[in-house]
């Protein structure tokens, strides 16, 4: 059941519906009981993971808070996370890691009899897993009280809105809402309909239509390198307007019911550094990774290489690069079990790395020139030049997450540098759909950036407002494609 579905838009007028009708009380078990259906719809067989993640969380938290001793806090903790960790390393990545050792013993001449299993990945393991371990964690590290409901508790976990792809929601930020009884106010309505809008607009004709030419493109046997970079670009929109479209839709429901669902997406295209990148993409997740793997492996390292002064490097930039690039390494594995995966992961880890390096040895030599930091007469063209860069750097990366292989990753690596020559026809039959596709998208993305408000539109004139909504309606309907596709991180 996806959002850009009848069969979910028959669920959620049921469920809403329903939900306005009910107290607070009745309002949270129809949640429960919408978001098991939800998810069943997809296999009703990992209804069961779902289920005992939560139940074994809930109660490992519980043991917890209820507890003094040391031994026995990180003995609850660690059941939960073994738990977890467990559940996700064998359905997302046993075959990844079987097939790799089997590769590995082939290398070296021994013959190494593997099992490999041809399950099916639950849906959503990745985030819900994610959520259920940030709660316990952070109960363990005394942050937040323990749920008192199982019910409250299963709710936050299932919440159908954000269960399947996000955004990762933290307990502080969620429970709260769930435990106490709610109000939906007008404000939330109508930034509710618009966020659903525009996140079908987002998937239905921008992501969907641009697959088309991404998937030719990937799929080609040798492209040019001029035919490679449209390809790229046709990715870029295709990935963002497809996952924020989620996001905007989930945020979007969400609030027609009175629950605030953190923001996702913030622009991230018109960023010029990898560290704003990562401010404006994907915004819970690098939360996620950088509260709990970035500080503490930092932590941990300090106290192994204090004072080592390895290479004549200071020791905290040492601490900052294996800390970001065993994050990232991490964080890329996180979205497949697929060797691409762990290499854009160990890319982004290396763009962190030098453009904080290169931020502070330019700061430094800044302000001994000069005293301190001054914005030249260049600056503007300076900035949209970082814009224009950070978004090329950005769409190399989605060249090797996209990517079906490392033998694929080289080769349109040197399509793009050996053979960019412009392909007759290449401009008609995918640069003008390109633009035609993600250029309503790129004007309203850029006037939000420009504004630095994601609600830029609710401020303009009534006449322009209203002509920006119809203009989408008449784009989706026309051109919209209406097949339902699954949203690509589902596959995470």
């Known amino acids: ?69 040391p031994v026995r806090r990180r003995a609850a903790l660690l059941v939960s996370l073994a738990f977890n960790l467990a559940m996700l390393g064998f359905f997302k990545y046993f075959n990844f890691f079987a097939e790799n050792l089997h590769a590995v013993f082939a290398a070296f001449g021994f013959r190494l009899d593997v099992v490999t299993l041809r399950v099916l990945l639950p ?29 409250d508790f299963a709710v936050f976990v299932a919440y159908f809105p954000h269960l399947v792809a996000g955004p990762i929601l933290r307990a502080p930020v969620l429970l709260p809402q769930i435990v106490m009884p709610r109000r939906v106010t007008r404000e939330q309505v109508v930034e509710g309909l618009w966020l659903i809008g525009y996140g079908f607009f987002k998937k239905v004709f921008v992501a969907d239509n641009l697959a088309y030419l991404a998937d030719g493109v990937f799929g080609a046997a040798h492209p040019t390198g001029f035919q490679v970079l449209l390809g790229l670009y046709a990715f870029a929109f295709q990935i963002y307007g497809d996952f924020s479209g989620y996001s905007d839709m989930a945020r979007g429901t969400s609030k027609l019911m009175g629950i605030e669902l953190n923001l996702n997406f913030r622009f991230p295209y018109f960023v010029r550094t990898a560290q704003q990148f990562w401010q404006h ?27 080592v002064g390895w290479l004549g490097v200071r020791d905290d930039v040492w601490v900052y690069a294996l800390a970001t690039m065993g994050t990232m390494l991490i964080g890329g594995l996180w979205h497949g079990a697929a060797w691409n995966f762990v290499l854009w992961g160990a890319y ?39 814009v224009v860069g950070m978004f090329h750097l950005t769409c190399y990366g989605w060249l090797i997450f996209r990517a079906k292989s490392t033998g694929q990753i080289g080769q349109l690596t040197a399509a793009l540098f050996t053979r960019f020559d412009p392909t007759p026809g290449a401009l008609e039959t995918n640069g003008l759909p390109l633009l035609f596709y993600a250029g ?23 006449v322009v407002r209203y002509s920006i909504y119809a203009a989408m309606l008449y784009l989706t309907v026309l051109f919209g494609d209406f097949a339902g596709s699954q949203f690509i991180y589902f596959q995470f």
């Open 1 to 69: 059941m996806v959002f850009n579905s009848l069969h979910f838009a028959g669920f959620f007028v049921v469920v809403y519906a329903l939900y306005r009708a009910l107290p607070h009380r009745g309002q949270n078990w129809l949640l429960l009981l919408a978001s098991y259906y939800f998810y069943a719809a997809w296999d009703w067989r990992f209804l069961g993971l779902l289920v005992a993640s939560t139940v074994i969380d809930f109660y490992c938290a519980r043991f917890m808070a209820s507890q003094e001793a």
């Open 348 to 386: 982004q880890g290396v763009l962190l790395v030098v453009f904080t390096l290169t931020q502070q040895w330019g700061r430094r030599r800044q302000r001994r020139r000069t005293g301190r930091a001054r914005r030249g007469p260049l600056a503007g063209v300076a900035a949209a030049a970082g």
């Open 281 to 307: 993409w994907h915004i819970t997740l690098s939360t996620w990774l950088r509260d709990y793997l970035f500080l503490p492996m930092a932590y941990a390292l300090s106290r192994r290489i204090d004072g």
């Open 440 to 462: 309503p998208l790129l004007a309203v993305h850029a006037f939000e950036a420009y504004k630095d408000d994601l609600s830029a539109v609710f401020s303009l004139p009534v």
């Open 123 to 151: 849906i959503g393991i990745s985030f819900y897993t994610f959520i259920t371990m940030s709660y316990v964690i952070d109960v363990y590290r005394r942050q937040i009280e323990p749920a008192r409901s199982l019910r």
